[in-house]
């Protein structure tokens, strides 16, 4: 059996990870599994990384060339992370016609297409398990085991970060950005979070779930995504008294079996409280998929980190290295993701659905009947209100729940609110799911 | 492309299923995704059955000779259920090279190396993820996905009816034999439920999930198995006083990285309110996987079912059929179920964890600590207890949880006290995890 060959480049958390798993499992896979297969180079341009890991047998350096100009070598593992070099290591990899496993979700969302293009033309693959949800079989499950079902939505709370925060706003009352400094004190938050707590990452994430689930390309920019950053814990507390929790959720629902369009969006929202999703705390990650024949499903586990990451990856390895030693490379193709045949996305402005707003009114006679005539004219009506209590500044806080309403009216509705003398500051508009 | 004809034997519930969810999509699975793949004939022994389905083009017929005499049948299909018939019928079908798929559950953990090593031997596969945990990905994450871990455990509720019932007893307060009979009238429990409620149905899925997990063979004959026959109201009140519910649990435990031995049981387990498998209730399942390197992956959904059964099933078909159409036939090998290695499982007996014990006893002065004596003389040391007031029968019941301590040494204190005259009915034993 002809030995596969793997070189890994980049050796950071999750490249760390890798080397340390697979050097634990390699007797298993290469004795009970029946494989061949060997953790060949390992390349890292920073100095005295690789000294750490327990690299056993591969060589190392530091140039990617290293790998990408290795014949030996019949699988490349990306793992450094970012856009343009990464994307450029992967396509050279294709082109020397390699497959490549990845965990960039970046990468995959923003240019997916061009690269499952280079991968069909070269005839090899490119896997991607560990991109969306760690250590969670997300891609597999949506791609393989749920083959057969129609998806009708998908509900995912798939960002660490956020949801770490999240949680420990609600637990301890703090407020968002005391919360976000111990987070990264401690590890939970990267130095610079822009990506993970702007709901990007989220966003990266739900439009490669999206194109798989579709068959097509939902292309990440289209996405309507909204970050966590603007939830008081103000708006943590009134939710709670309402019965809700809030999760920055990924949201994906089809319209009908019939039409083409879908939702696809990345908004903090209210979760009721029993809903599955609501008991999905700290690091933890989750995706609810509901499919036509199978119900719902659901999906929970540690969606990063080093070693679920690792597992991730590993499992890509092992079914790219069962693909090339049975014989079948292709086995799963991904032509369609590169047809260039995009998803339509509904836009926000066009959505239906329940909504938390809070307004801050200066607290005269007469304000709320003025907001409920505006939502009135608007189509919207209000299913429960909390007003507490005069409070020490000059205005209070006013929350409502709606019935169903349309966004682009709430948004209309709101606008025209806000022009009364006395709304005090910007409306917050939260949407809910049951 | 070669066309991939199926046939499918047993068109049941979960036949009929397939029947249904493979024709409406067979578009998607010919044109999206680039298959040639055809529900050929469908067998069925009962008249009028066939009639009430959306056959298609299928071929429709009474005798299972019909698809296994049929050349251009691939892959056979067998959901007719029970032992013997299906045995037959899957051995003839692997021994004329075609590739089986089942959900039968039963055949596989009592005969799975016999018909592996059949498998092998033809250079066929069988496949038969619909029979753990119905829609659930179970096998797939088993096999594939967490193939980078050791696993340290797996708890699981994977038996619909048995969790319906606890379910209801704990919600409505009803005694066991009175949510059985509603649980048949409206079709939640078999007309002979003893394979569910004995734990049996259960026992089957953790041998074929031990089976994987360790890649050996874990008879279901030799698995502790005690079903929830003998779980009272009681018992559930006294429970949820305490902090905990009432499940029945498929337990499996590695017991070191060294050693062989684990831990495969099947029994009714206290569960502290707050555990993720406490909220699973009802018919749904969920399998909870500890892997060294992915930490705990829960999976959870509808276990059982004519469609979520069929979705699983038709993952299997599609499987196979690109496992065909790439020319990789036996691409996911099953040479060690059919080794004849067997998986020594460490006796019930030998067993280490904490207790749940409800005693009846006559309300005497010293009985506790009579009671309390023995137990002490046996090791076992109790962190709480609740005694109910004097009742209006002559004994009243005595329930206390145990620190750790070893099965044996328990039951052997049990034998002590039930030899007091003061201890009026067998003492109710339950095992708790954290």
């Known amino acids: 059996m002809a030995l596969c060959n793997i070189g890994l480049i980049g050796a950071g958390t999750?490249?760390?990870g890798v080397v340390k798993v697979f050097n634990k499992q390699k007797k298993f896979f290469n004795t009970?599994?029946?494989l061949?297969?060997?953790?060949r180079r390992i390349v890292d341009k920073r100095p005295g990384v690789l000294a750490t890991l327990p690299t056993a047998d591969a060589i190392c350096s530091h140039n990617p060339d290293d790998i990408l100009n290795d014949n030996d070598i019949k699988?490349?593992?990306e793992l450094i992370g970012g856009i343009t070099e990464a994307k450029t290591i992967?396509?050279?990899?294709?082109?020397?016609?390699?497959?490549?496993?990845t965990a960039n979700k970046a990468l995959i969302a923003e240019h997916g297409p061009e690269l499952f293009e280079a991968a069909e033309k070269n005839r090899v693959s490119l896997s991607f398990e560990a991109s969306v949800g760690g250590g969670m079989p997300t891609i597999k499950t949506i791609r393989e085991s749920l083959i057969a079902n129609e998806i009708i939505s998908v509900k995912t709370i798939i960002n660490g970060t956020c949801n770490y925060i999240l949680s420990q706003m609600t637990e301890k009352g703090l407020p968002f950005g005391e919360v976000l400094k111990a987070a990264q004190k401690n590890g939970y938050a990267e130095a610079d979070p822009t990506l993970d707590i702007g709901g990007g990452d989220t966003g990266h994430k739900l439009s490669i779930m999206a194109s798989l689930l579709y068959a097509g390309y939902v292309p990440f920019k289209k996405l309507y995504i909204e970050g966590i950053t603007g939830i008081t814990a103000e708006d943590i507390n009134f939710a709670r008294e309402l019965g809700y929790c809030i999760k920055l959720l990924g949201?994906?629902?089809k319209e009908s079996e019939t039409s083409p369009l879908i939702e696809a969006r990345v908004h903090p929202t209210l979760l009721p409280h029993g809903h599955i999703l609501s008991s999905v705390s700290d690091v933890f990650n989750a995706v609810l998929i509901e499919?036509?024949?199978v119900g719902p499903i659901l999906l929970y586990g540690k969606g990063a980190g080093e070693l679920p990451t690792a597992s991730a990856v590993i499992s890509d390895i092992i079914d790219v290295t069962r693909n090339i030693t049975e014989g079948s490379p292709r086995r799963l193709q991904m032509d369609y993701y590169s047809t260039g045949c995009e998803i339509p996305i509904r836009p926000i402005s066009a959505i239906t659905g329940r909504y938390y707003l809070r307004f801050s009114v200066v607290d005269k006679p007469k304000v709320l009947a003025s907001i409920y005539a505006i939502l009135g004219d608007h189509d919207i009506s209000i299913s429960s209100v909390v007003q507490n209590e005069r409070s020490a500044t000059d205005f209070v806080p006013v929350v409502m729940i709606t019935h169903d309403a349309r966004e682009d009216n709430l948004q209309k509705?709101?606008?025209e609110i806000e022009k009364m003398s006395v709304i005090k500051q910007k409306t917050q508009l939260i949407r809910i799911e049951n």
Request: hydrophobic share 60%; charged share 10%.
């Open 75 to 77: 699988i490349v593992i």
């Open 413 to 415: 509705a709101i606008g």
């Open 32 to 34: 009970t599994l029946g």
């Open 36 to 39: 061949s297969v060997a953790l």
């Open 90 to 101: 992967i396509l050279r990899a294709l082109n020397a016609g390699k497959h490549v496993i």
């Open 14 to 16: 999750v490249g760390g």
């Open 251 to 253: 949201i994906i629902r």
């Open 291 to 293: 499919g036509d024949a």
